[in-house]
Every structure is written in structure tokens, then in C-alpha cells.
């Protein structure tokens, strides 16, 4: 079965699917529908561009908390905290984009940028860009590969030109200790992953204590040391299933109990399960 002829995967009201651009292999799409479906906080390595096309999302990025109704345009950047739960009544769908940096980045520079774009806001109100995103993440299932790629970049190149900074960096929180600290939690726990983290350890390698440890983690990422460690873990799931993984090999390699612990957690930060990501890469 290839990734165009994938089934929807349900679970009561709730609907997924992910797959693959058929031009940009490193474009990722999601088409879903949620109702009770609460994302925990987490981050990417890449964008995260989703249009809602009913209902409505509530989701905080950063600490900006934002109420997209449909039609609007959710934009998280690469390495941004952010969440997501409905944010109406009758839940939410929404089409996902999940284009990688070096991509983007490349469309950016064929534009005449010369940085990975980075957005304005969170929330867009477009009706144009709408438009082209809506088409574009339909072309994608299309087997008219070159319409789908003229979409695709007619999209994006509306929402770079007009939703970025010129040429402006990102804004990251303030250099401080905290953040230097932060460089050296990160670091070990990169290393680690697959071992037993906690505070001590952490409060260890930076010399601090372990209450300095949990306000770095609270003043830098506004999350738990936890809840950072438990990120770092699916994105190293995520990498070594892309890279051809099973599923249980990806779960062990990432510090997870089983494959049954990482697929709880892996659903609950990405709204579907790494046997849908397995199956788009395969």
C-alpha cells in the first residue's frame, strides 16, 4: 500500500492521516480532525504550518495564546514551544504543513532572502494565502506531480514574501546565564537519552542546584525539565524511524520503557501515531 492510498485512521470523531509530498520528500502533510484530542507542549526541528478549515484551535506558542477560528493560518517556527486543544465546542480540522528548515530556507533564497524565513505572528488572516495553502495540500495527493509542486511554491512564496522578516534573526529570550546553562543541560541530555535524567545530574554539570535547574528550564523553555527530556526523546523516536527503525527499535533507541510508551506519548505531542510516520516514509 503507498502513502496516497494510506486509511484514514479513526478514533471516535477524530481523523489522521500523514503523508509525503510527491515532489519535496522532506515536506511532511497532515489532513485532521480533532474533538478531545489535546496536544502536550512540545517543539519541532522544522515549521509547522496548519490551516484550520472548521472549528476553531486554541494554542499557545511561546507565551502568546492564541484562538485560530477557520480559515486562519498557524505558523510555529522551528524550535518554538507550543501546544494545541480545540478551542470550540465541536473540536477542529485543520491541513498541515511540516516543511523542513534546509527547505524553506531554499525556496527563501530563490526568492532573493538570504536567511530561513521567520514568521511575524502566529495566527494569519489571509484569504489569498488561504486559498493557495488549501490547494496546494490538495494538489499534494495528486498524481499531477508538477501541479502539485507549481502549488506548492505559489503558496509558499506568498507566505514568505508577505508573513516574514526581511531579513531580521528571530527574537529568542534574553542571553543570560539561564540560557548558557540551558546549552549545558541540553547537551546532556542528548547524550543520555536512553538513561535514567534527573535533576541531580542536571544540577550537576551546570553547578547549580537542583531548584536553579527547574527556573532555568521555567525562565528559558516556560516548561519542566521533564516535559523537555520527554520532547528530546520523540524527536530522536521521530529521526530513527525516518532513518528506517522499527518501531520498537526507535523506542528503546529514544529512552522509551516500550513501543507501546513511546506511541502513547508520540500521539499525544503529534496527533498521530509513528506507525502512520513509518508507513509515509516507507
Not at 233 to 248: D, F, K
Request: net charge positive.
Amino acid at each position: 500500500m503507498n502513502e496516497i492510498d494510506q486509511p484514514m485512521s479513526k478514533d471516535l470523531q477524530e481523523e489522521q492521516e500523514f503523508w509525503r509530498h510527491p515532489r519535496f520528500r522532506d515536506l511532511g502533510l497532515l489532513k485532521a480532525k480533532f474533538t478531545k484530542h489535546r496536544y502536550d507542549r512540545h517543539t519541532h526541528p522544522n515549521y509547522v504550518i496548519a490551516l484550520i478549515t472548521a472549528g476553531a484551535e486554541r494554542v499557545k506558542i511561546g507565551r502568546e495564546t492564541v484562538v485560530a477560528p477557520t480559515g486562519t493560518l498557524l505558523v510555529v517556527n522551528p524550535e518554538e514551544w507550543h501546544d494545541g486543544e480545540s478551542g470550540c465546542p465541536d473540536g477542529w480540522s485543520y491541513r498541515t504543513f511540516y516543511p523542513q528548515v534546509e527547505f524553506l530556507t531554499h525556496v527563501a533564497v530563490e526568492l532573493g532572502r538570504s536567511e530561513s524565513p521567520i514568521f511575524r505572528q502566529s495566527a494569519i488572516d489571509d484569504p489569498q494565502l488561504r486559498d493557495a495553502m488549501t490547494l496546494a495540500h490538495r494538489l499534494s495527493r495528486s498524481d499531477d506531480i508538477l501541479a502539485a509542486e507549481t502549488a506548492m511554491l505559489v503558496a509558499l512564496r506568498h507566505l514568505i514574501l508577505r508573513h516574514t522578516h526581511p531579513q531580521s534573526p528571530p527574537e529568542f529570550v534574553e542571553h543570560s546565564n539561564a540560557r548558557r546553562r540551558m546549552a549545558v543541560y541540553q547537551e546532556l541530555v542528548e547524550k543520555r537519552l536512553c538513561f535514567s535524567i534527573d535533576l541531580q545530574q542536571l544540577a550537576a554539570a551546570a553547578g547549580v542546584t537542583r531548584f536553579q535547574v527547574i527556573r532555568d528550564f521555567k525562565k528559558v523553555a516556560d516548561l519542566t525539565p521533564a516535559a523537555f527530556i520527554r520532547d528530546r526523546r520523540l524527536r530522536r523516536a521521530n529521526a530513527l524511524i525516518e532513518a528506517g527503525a522499527s518501531l520498537a527499535d526507535a523506542a528503546v533507541g529514544a529512552g522509551f520503557a516500550d513501543q507501546s510508551h513511546l506511541s502513547r506519548i508520540f500521539r499525544a505531542a503529534h496527533g498521530f501515531t509513528p506507525g502512520m510516520l513509518k508507513r509515509a516514509v516507507a
